[in-house]
Protein backbone atom coordinates (compact mmCIF):
# COMPACT_ATOMS: atom_id res chain seq x y z
CA UNK A 1 0.00 0.00 0.00
CA UNK A 2 1.68 3.49 -0.90
CA UNK A 3 0.41 6.85 -1.10
CA UNK A 4 1.81 9.57 -3.21
CA UNK A 5 5.85 9.47 -3.52
CA UNK A 6 5.53 6.21 -0.87
CA UNK A 7 5.74 4.64 -3.29
CA UNK A 8 9.39 4.76 -4.26
CA UNK A 9 10.49 2.38 -1.82
CA UNK A 10 7.46 0.17 -1.83
CA UNK A 11 8.80 0.01 -6.10
CA UNK A 12 12.40 -1.06 -4.84
CA UNK A 13 11.12 -4.03 -3.20
CA UNK A 14 8.41 -5.07 -5.96
CA UNK A 15 11.03 -4.86 -8.89
CA UNK A 16 13.23 -7.34 -6.18
CA UNK A 17 10.39 -10.00 -5.65
CA UNK A 18 9.62 -9.85 -9.39
CA UNK A 19 13.34 -10.98 -10.06
CA UNK A 20 12.57 -14.10 -8.18
CA UNK A 21 11.24 -16.13 -10.70
CA UNK A 22 11.14 -19.60 -8.95
CA UNK A 23 9.38 -18.04 -5.98
CA UNK A 24 5.70 -18.02 -5.90
CA UNK A 25 4.98 -14.65 -4.47
CA UNK A 26 1.95 -12.99 -5.11
CA UNK A 27 2.23 -8.96 -4.91
CA UNK A 28 -0.94 -6.61 -4.57
CA UNK A 29 -0.60 -2.86 -4.78
CA UNK A 30 -3.21 -0.16 -3.41
CA UNK A 31 -1.53 3.03 -4.78
CA UNK A 32 -3.34 5.74 -3.73
CA UNK A 33 -2.83 9.48 -5.25
CA UNK A 34 -4.83 12.75 -5.50
CA UNK A 35 -5.34 12.78 -9.35
CA UNK A 36 -4.37 10.62 -12.03
CA UNK A 37 -1.38 12.86 -13.00
CA UNK A 38 0.25 12.37 -9.45
CA UNK A 39 0.64 8.91 -10.43
CA UNK A 40 4.56 8.22 -10.04
CA UNK A 41 6.27 5.15 -11.85
CA UNK A 42 2.87 3.95 -13.26
CA UNK A 43 4.46 2.66 -16.24
CA UNK A 44 7.05 0.96 -14.46
CA UNK A 45 4.88 -0.70 -11.98
CA UNK A 46 2.58 -1.83 -14.99
CA UNK A 47 5.54 -3.01 -16.78
CA UNK A 48 5.69 -5.64 -13.98
CA UNK A 49 2.94 -7.13 -15.59
CA UNK A 50 1.24 -10.43 -14.43
CA UNK A 51 3.87 -10.25 -11.06
CA UNK A 52 1.59 -8.04 -9.40
CA UNK A 53 -2.26 -7.04 -9.47
CA UNK A 54 -1.98 -2.91 -9.37
CA UNK A 55 -5.28 -1.02 -8.08
CA UNK A 56 -4.90 2.54 -8.21
CA UNK A 57 -6.99 4.89 -5.89
CA UNK A 58 -7.82 8.44 -6.30
CA UNK A 59 -9.02 11.39 -4.05
CA UNK A 60 -9.66 13.31 -7.61
CA UNK A 61 -10.84 11.14 -10.05
CA UNK A 62 -11.40 12.28 -13.50
CA UNK A 63 -15.03 11.62 -14.92
CA UNK A 64 -14.45 8.19 -16.59
CA UNK A 65 -12.02 6.48 -14.08
CA UNK A 66 -12.48 3.03 -14.06
CA UNK A 67 -10.60 2.10 -10.28
CA UNK A 68 -11.26 3.01 -6.28
CA UNK A 69 -12.15 6.67 -5.53
CA UNK A 70 -11.62 8.40 -2.09
CA UNK A 71 -9.44 6.72 0.58
CA UNK A 72 -8.06 3.60 1.53
CA UNK A 73 -11.16 2.06 3.47
CA UNK A 74 -11.71 -1.36 5.05
CA UNK A 75 -13.86 -2.46 2.23
CA UNK A 76 -11.39 -2.09 -0.53
CA UNK A 77 -8.94 -3.65 1.15
CA UNK A 78 -11.15 -6.84 2.16
CA UNK A 79 -11.64 -7.27 -2.04
CA UNK A 80 -8.20 -7.23 -2.48
CA UNK A 81 -5.80 -9.17 -0.38
CA UNK A 82 -6.32 -11.49 2.19
CA UNK A 83 -6.30 -10.24 5.80
CA UNK A 84 -5.14 -11.37 8.98
CA UNK A 85 -3.02 -13.94 7.22
CA UNK A 86 -0.07 -14.59 9.20
CA UNK A 87 1.98 -15.60 5.81
CA UNK A 88 0.77 -12.26 4.53
CA UNK A 89 3.26 -9.37 5.01
CA UNK A 90 2.00 -5.73 4.47
CA UNK A 91 4.20 -2.98 3.64
CA UNK A 92 2.91 0.39 3.54
CA UNK A 93 4.16 3.88 3.24
CA UNK A 94 2.51 7.22 2.50
CA UNK A 95 1.07 10.12 4.45
CA UNK A 96 0.76 10.15 7.99
CA UNK A 97 -3.30 9.85 7.70
CA UNK A 98 -2.96 6.99 5.53
CA UNK A 99 -0.43 5.49 7.77
CA UNK A 100 -2.21 6.05 10.76
CA UNK A 101 -5.69 4.15 9.45
CA UNK A 102 -3.92 1.59 8.17
CA UNK A 103 -1.89 0.93 11.94
CA UNK A 104 -5.41 1.71 13.22
CA UNK A 105 -6.97 -1.06 11.40
CA UNK A 106 -4.62 -3.58 11.14
CA UNK A 107 -4.11 -3.13 15.51
CA UNK A 108 -7.82 -3.37 15.76
CA UNK A 109 -9.33 -6.34 13.23
CA UNK A 110 -6.01 -8.36 12.26
CA UNK A 111 -4.06 -8.53 15.43
CA UNK A 112 -2.17 -11.48 13.52
CA UNK A 113 -0.80 -8.99 10.60
CA UNK A 114 2.93 -8.48 9.84
CA UNK A 115 3.16 -5.23 9.35
CA UNK A 116 6.58 -3.46 7.99
CA UNK A 117 6.54 0.25 7.38
CA UNK A 118 9.75 2.12 5.75
CA UNK A 119 10.73 5.15 8.11
CA UNK A 120 10.65 8.15 5.83
CA UNK A 121 11.95 11.86 7.35
CA UNK A 122 9.43 13.28 5.44
CA UNK A 123 6.64 12.18 7.06
CA UNK A 124 8.83 11.39 10.05
CA UNK A 125 7.66 8.00 11.06
CA UNK A 126 9.56 4.96 12.91
CA UNK A 127 10.61 2.01 10.76
CA UNK A 128 9.26 -0.90 12.27
CA UNK A 129 8.30 -4.65 12.00
CA UNK A 130 6.00 -6.35 13.79
CA UNK A 131 2.85 -8.15 14.38
CA UNK A 132 0.37 -5.77 14.95
Known amino acids: MAGGSGITPIF ?3 VEIAGMKDEKIEMVLLYGNRSEEDIVLRK ?6 D ?3 VHYILDNPPPAWPHY ?10 E ?3 LDDPATVYIHVGPAPMNKFLRGLFH ?3 PHSVIF ?16
Open 80 to 82: ICP
Open 69 to 78: KGYVTHEILK
Open 117 to 132: KYWSQRYQYPHYLHNC
Open 51 to 53: RVR
Open 108 to 110: ERY
Open 44 to 49: EIEALG
Open 12 to 14: QTM
